[in-house]
């Protein structure tokens, strides 16, 4: 105080206990309207106030689950998931630079322009989708370009997209995803393992970057598992297009094709035509019946290739051998019927033996020597060979096929299954059939699934659970593979076009009536199929192709013969199986 | 009266014991003394308190810095591992696209190949060959091409040809490379438009 000039003392603001006074009140001032929005921030609804600061702050996200994948036998992507993006616009803001921007778009991400244009400019809307499922890095670069040039009001977000990167290769099996959910195949039946369960997180963020330390809760995603079939997809490939070749070529409405690992039942190759395009299904199919799976979704009447299931079963009940005489007769009168049995050819009365008739494919024949098996037993074979029941490999919409309770059978059902017709079978229980007899009699349940999977039926399915059941003798299925073997004999058989050159082939043609949409009848349409194996003494692969209602006229020799030779052929070289080099089968088909 | 008395006679005592030991109980009176006082040494203790509290502040700022800087690290390195991923995905799908059987074969026929039809394989033991090899024939090749379908005529119209004079005779030096874009085009669907073609003054 002392050092004060002695000029301030005339200014002084009066005693000290008026400055204690004056600064109390002006502080009491101030608590008081600290403590007044104390009491409306937290006596006066102090939860919106809360909520209004968790919005500003608190990020609530969901962490996706990756679908899994759907790969072949080696692991090579069929359907794979891919971090898309879709690209979205605010309209009241691209309004003005529509053009320019629908121009960049259209030419970048093969847009139309016109759609997109007219999107850019939509009215009375915040929210437009541009372009959905892109992959990320091409999204994000194309508005980083657009940004960079000054056009505000679009924005990326996550949208997952699902590849299918061998296109039609396959995708009757393993169908498609729609924009929310599987549509079709084995994506809709496997969806819960394909899927999995999606992850969530909650946190807080200041200025766009989370803040550490503050409140966070994450569950993790649980990544949906991946789904390996037994498919080659370079087989796939290739019968597919064999059989497309083949359907067109013999003007035919559809066709299937099977090809199936003889020792385990893995199906290496399911291929149905018409198809579709896996990327673009709804534009890519002709008809809905397109996107399902023929191979087993479609009844039909196996015709010829059943007789191997017959002889097999006569021969191993010892009603015949293959060197059994049997007379045939030009044609087959029986009672209760008004049409005699013929046979695809006009012949006097032959002699042939059991191997003769199968290699000639002569329905009196068969019908002679199925005589000799009493109704119940042939059932009960046909039952033990797969027929009548699903073979359950995991793809939707498979049909029973259609075996007659034996209770149902009559001498002229008994005849005409004999030789395929009056059963309906959908071509994967036929193949696994006839897989039956190059297996050496023992049945084994196809497979298209590695491991175990289940479905949303809840079956559990895959090469885990393969079945095997003796369905006949070693010996009944050497002699029936003998017997095969002739129809693709160059001089004794009916289809040499099916004989790989080399190898001993074994194999059966089969032309079946076809039983028509409408009335319900045989409308004079045909079934033509080709079955069989190779090499003959020591089955690989075991091949079935059917093709429906040619309308060149061909049978199952030449229209099913050729496909399968080039599938055989193809698969020996790709599989490295050399010839065995042991002497075919002579046996006699004539006496 | 009385009362001098007393005093008179207490220093007279007290005179005396003065007079007694003067110089001792002159000695041995007790003074109360001011306490000790040792000045405590402030400096190395306000010292330690303020680098305390400073280096406190400071290291908290510090790690806090580091915290946040990391976080920012973290999140761009996220950014960058999702960018990444995404890529590896695209070149994924692009490598998958190289190697579809279709296109290669499509190739392969394009370079004149056809299908192996005959297996034959030759015995390194004894150079055997076993299977009757057959050299390929172009009878042995099918069309592999996806069919072609066939569009309703009203969505294939024939393009439309509008011929104009060239307006700009004196721009074919410079701007050779721009100039197709100023031409009629014709889009994906055979429809002609003229429209595209402003492109070049944007």
Not at chain 1, 295 to 302: F, H, L, Q, R, T
Not at chain 2, 22 to 36: D, M, W, Y
Request: net charge neutral.
């Amino acid at each position: 105080m002392s050092l004060r000039p002695p000029s301030a003392r005339g200014f002084s603001r009066g005693s000290g206990l008026f400055r204690l006074r004056f600064g109390f009140i002006i502080i009491a001032m101030v608590l008081s309207v600290f403590g007044a929005r104390l009491v409306q921030l937290q006596g006066l609804d102090p939860n919106a106030y809360a909520a209004m600061a968790e919005r500003e702050g608190v990020v609530n996200a969901v962490l996706p689950a990756e679908r899994g994948a759907i790969t072949d036998r080696n692991g090579v992507d069929l359907a794979t998931s891919v971090d898309g993006m879709m690209i979205v616009a605010d309209p009241s803001m691209t309004d003005g630079d529509a053009a320019p921007i629908a121009a960049y778009l259209a030419e970048k991400l093969d847009l139309d322009y016109v759609t997109t244009l007219n999107r850019l400019r939509e009215k009375d809307t915040r929210f437009q989708y541009i372009a959905r499922r892109i992959p990320s890095t091409i999204a994000n670069k194309a508005l980083g370009e657009l940004e960079d040039r000054g056009y505000k009001g679009l924005s990326v977000r996550r949208d997952p997209m699902r590849d299918y990167p061998a296109k039609d290769v396959a995708a009757n099996l393993i169908g498609f995803i729609g924009e929310d959910e599987a549509l079709a195949g084995l994506e809709r039946t496997f969806d819960s393992t394909l899927s999995g369960v999606d992850g969530e997180e909650t946190y807080e963020v200041g200025d766009g970057k989370r803040i550490p330390l503050g409140d966070s809760t994450s569950v993790a995603p649980k990544n949906g598992q991946d789904l390996q079939l037994t498919i080659n997809r370079d087989v796939q490939w290739y019968v597919q297009r064999v059989l497309r070749n083949t359907v067109r070529s013999s003007q035919a409405e559809s066709g299937v094709a099977v090809v199936m690992d003889s020792k385990t039942g893995e199906l290496i190759s399911l291929a149905d035509y018409p198809t579709f395009d896996a990327t673009e299904p709804l534009s890519s199919a002709k008809s809905e019946d397109d996107l399902g799976s023929r191979a087993m979704s479609d009844v039909y009447e196996p015709g010829s290739v059943q007789k191997v299931l017959t002889f097999a079963s006569l021969i191993d009940a010892g009603k015949v051998t293959a060197r059994t005489r049997i007379a045939v007769p030009s044609e087959l009168r029986r009672e209760g019927r008004d049409i005699p049995i013929h046979d695809y050819w006009q012949h006097g009365l032959l002699r042939l033996t059991a191997a003769g008739v199968l290699s000639k494919s002569s329905n009196i024949g068969t019908v002679r020597a199925a005589e000799r098996i009493s109704s119940a037993d042939l059932h009960d074979y046909l039952r033990e060979f797969g027929l009548g029941e699903r073979t359950n490999v995991g793809v939707r919409g498979e049909t029973n096929g259609i075996l007659p309770d034996k209770s149902l059978w009559t001498q002229g059902t008994h005849d005409t299954i004999a030789f395929g017709q009056g059963l309906s079978v959908n071509a994967v229980q036929m193949a696994a059939a006839v897989n039956t007899i190059a297996n050496g009699g023992e049945r084994i349940s196809p497979s298209l699934i590695k491991g175990s999977a289940t479905t949303d039926a809840g079956q559990t399915v895959g090469t885990e659970r393969t079945e095997r059941t003796d369905v006949v003798s070693e010996d009944a299925a050497e002699q029936v593979t003998e017997m095969m073997e002739l129809v693709a004999d160059p001089e004794d058989g009916i289809a040499p076009a099916a004989a790989v050159p080399g190898y001993r082939v074994a194999g059966k043609t089969g032309t079946a009536q076809r039983v028509g949409k409408d009335c319900g009848c045989y409308d004079g349409t045909y079934t033509v199929s080709f079955a069989g194996f190779a090499p003959a003494d020591d089955p690989r692969f075991t091949v079935y192709v059917v093709v429906q209602d040619p309308g060149n006229g061909g049978g199952g020799g030449s229209v099913g013969g050729p496909a399968f030779s080039k599938i055989m052929s193809y698969l020996l070289r790709k599989y490295a199986v050399a010839p065995t080099g042991t002497k075919p089968s002579t046996l006699p088909v004539e006496w | 009266m009385s009362s001098p008395h007393p005093y008179s006679r207490l220093p007279q005592s007290r005179a005396r014991v003065q007079r007694i030991a003067e110089a001792a109980v002159e000695r041995a009176r007790l003074t109360v003394v001011p306490r000790a006082k040792v000045p405590a040494r402030r400096v190395p203790f306000v010292t330690l308190v303020s680098l305390m509290l400073v280096g406190g502040v400071v290291g908290l700022l510090m790690f806090n810095t580091t915290m946040q800087q990391d976080s920012f690290t973290a999140a761009s390195l996220e950014t960058k591992a999702t960018d990444l991923t995404s890529r590896e995905q695209t070149l994924q799908m692009q490598l998958e696209k190289l190697r579809d059987p279709q296109r290669l074969a499509e190739k392969a026929t394009k370079l004149g190949m056809v299908p192996a039809t005959s297996p034959a394989f030759i015995r390194l033991a004894d150079g055997k060959v076993l299977g009757e090899p057959r050299p390929a024939s172009a009878e042995d090749s099918f069309d592999i091409r996806t069919p072609v379908v066939k569009k309703p005529a009203a969505l294939t119209p024939d393009p439309v040809v509008i011929k104009t004079r060239a307006r700009n005779r004196g721009r074919s030096g410079d701007t050779g490379a721009a100039s197709p874009d100023a031409g009629v085009r014709t889009g994906r669907n055979g429809a002609t438009t003229r429209n595209q073609g402003d492109r070049s003054t944007r």
